[in-house]
């Protein structure tokens, strides 16, 4: 329960970060890094997707 919420906080405040910590570098990293240049929030759901759901 407790890493669920530190991995949420995480993947908003930092998402790459939270989505690096998971996957580990590759094609998810770099989509999410995409993802958070174009926008912020679609990297935030992206991270939120893969990190906590």
Same mark, same amino acid.
């Given at each position: 329960?407790?890493? =669920? /919420? @530190?991995? $949420?906080?995480?993947?908003?405040?930092? #998402? #790459?970060?939270?989505?690096? $910590?998971? =996957? &580990?570098? &590759?094609?998810? *990293? +770099? @989509?999410?890094?995409?993802?958070? $240049? /174009?926008?912020?929030? #679609? &990297?935030? $759901?992206?991270? @939120?997707?893969?990190? +906590? *759901?």
């Amino acid at each position: 329960m407790d890493n =669920k /919420i @530190i991995a $949420l906080i995480v993947a908003i405040f930092l #998402p #790459p970060v939270a989505v690096y $910590l998971k =996957k &580990g570098t &590759g094609s998810d *990293l +770099v @989509i999410n890094i995409v993802l958070c $240049l /174009i926008m912020w929030v #679609p &990297g935030v $759901l992206h991270a @939120i997707w893969l990190t +906590v *759901l």
